[in-house]
């Protein structure tokens, strides 16, 4: 079976553009993912250190307020100056990750970043993990990672202060930990040890029982977050050794954060883990019922290469069930308003240079009614897959509404209906659509036709 280029641009990447040709082979999608990430470099993130350095001032200067009254104007202008300065930094890193997508030339390392940060989910809850818990997680922790090896991808994962803080991992303490002697007790919190076997390595029904669980939190008991210095090991909170998690031995009388890579090397490895990547890979890019035979190419190659991500990239877009014309997955709506934007010819300048009000008008506040908020997943298991969930009546007429909106605020530049579902689709234009767009009565609705139709929709 031959592989469509469009299929291509629209199954492994963000959208077709206008002028902008598909890549000719699976060959050349993989071949972009090998040369440096230029985007990111382009369009960066802000890093933690950073954001916390500001949110620490902030911290300061609202103390010293609280002890004067009435509070000094120099202050106050102190805190609204790096207030508003920290929320530009992230509403940026917002509007970059939209600029990544549209003008990157490797935009299968856009999807990819979003298929890892969902399977890693960390959600916002509170102001505190603003400062933290956004893009710039996914920056830090997943991009740089996304062509890599999967044990790397999930150590930066697991030591990050997102991850940390998300999961309330700083509340641990091993019960015969140093610190627990000095407290006569300690509390041992078992979300992340839980999630890191179930969601980000083996899987539901993967091989671990609740003991696993147990020995696991004791063994990363010394993790620890501090929004002055970050990721640190606290040997004192560790529980001393040896655990025993999934039959094997780690640690010894001194907690050491070795012993936890050791694990996580270990885990990142396991056959369990090999077949759960395998088949969400599957499932986010292919089918919500994937082949079995894509899933079991993706897990042998997961095994075969010790989990090498660029390895796994290429098993997924040559394999013959990728090529199933068949587009049976639904775009998310960040998917979905990324594509309709590179469709109309949008850049990443342009999003780059989006006035805040104006990238919460056309982008995020369409994304939060479509039932898919910034970062904001329902759970630490990420966005459902099923397209039912996203094909409700009420998220379908959402994406209408976005589809007439956006095709208005073109104004005079809408493009040509028929041409428009030509750049948008290609020969995967059905023909019924490419009938539709041509009778339409005015530019703006043969527009709007397209980007609501169910072929737009599917990739």
Do not use: C
């Not at 060959?27 to 993912?33: E, G, H, K, R």
């Not at 993990?129 to 956004?134: A, F, G, K, T, Y």
């Not at 991850?163 to 509390?187: E, F, H, K």
Request: charged share 25%.
């Amino acid at each position: 079976m031959t592989f469509e280029p469009a299929l291509l641009s629209i199954r492994f990447g963000t959208g077709r553009a206008p002028g902008r040709p598909d890549p000719a082979h699976p060959d050349d999608v993989i071949a972009s993912l090998s040369g440096p990430d230029r985007i990111a470099e382009q369009y960066p993130f802000p890093d933690m250190a950073g954001i916390n350095a500001r949110a620490l001032r902030m911290a300061e200067i609202k103390r010293d307020m609280r002890a004067e009254t009435p509070a000094a104007p120099e202050q106050v202008q102190a805190f609204d100056a790096l207030r508003a300065e920290t929320s530009d930094l992230l509403r940026t890193a917002r509007k970059h990750r939209i600029a990544r997508a549209l003008d990157s030339d490797a935009p299968l390392r856009e999807r990819l970043e979003w298929f890892w940060a969902d399977h890693f989910t960390v959600a916002l809850r509170g102001a505190a993990e603003r400062r933290i818990v956004s893009d710039i997680f996914v920056g830090e922790a997943i991009r740089p990672h996304v062509t890599g090896r999967f044990a790397d991808m999930l150590k930066a994962v697991v030591k990050h202060p997102g991850m940390l803080r998300y999961l309330d991992q700083s509340t641990s303490i091993g019960p015969n930990s140093v610190l627990a002697q000095r407290l006569s007790g300690g509390g041992l919190n078992e979300n992340l040890s839980r999630e890191l076997l179930e969601l980000h390595t083996l899987g539901v029904g993967g091989a671990y029982e609740q003991s696993d669980v147990r020995q696991l939190a004791e063994l990363l008991a010394g993790l620890f977050e501090n929004p002055r210095k970050g990721f640190l090991f606290l040997p004192q909170r560790g529980e001393p050794g040896p655990e025993q998690v999934l039959g094997k031995a780690y640690g010894g009388a001194e907690p050491r954060l070795d012993d936890i890579d050791a694990f996580l090397e270990d885990v990142a490895e396991h056959p369990d883990t090999a077949r759960h990547i395998g088949h969400k890979l599957a499932v986010h890019f292919v089918a919500d019922q994937p082949d079995p035979g894509l899933v079991e190419a993706l897990s042998r190659r997961f095994q075969e290469t010790g989990g090498d991500l660029l390895a796994m990239a290429a098993a997924l877009v040559e394999h013959p069930a990728a090529r199933n014309p068949d587009r049976q997955k639904i775009r998310q709506p960040m998917d979905y308003i990324v594509a309709g934007l590179k469709a109309l010819g949008h850049t990443g300048q342009q999003i780059a240079g989006y006035e805040s009000r104006l990238f919460v008008q056309r982008i995020e506040r369409p994304m939060n009614l479509m039932g898919q908020p910034w970062l904001m997943p329902p759970g630490p298991d990420g966005w459902p897959e099923e397209a039912a969930h996203w094909t409700t009546p009420q998220g379908l007429a959402r994406r209408i509404d976005w589809a007439n909106r956006i095709a208005g605020h073109m104004g005079r530049g809408v493009p040509n209906p028929r041409r428009f579902v030509q750049d948008a689709l290609g020969p995967l234009a059905s023909d019924r659509l490419v009938h539709a767009a041509a009778v339409a009565e005015t530019r703006r609705e043969g527009v709007a036709i397209v980007l609501a139709s169910p072929d737009f929709q599917r990739r």
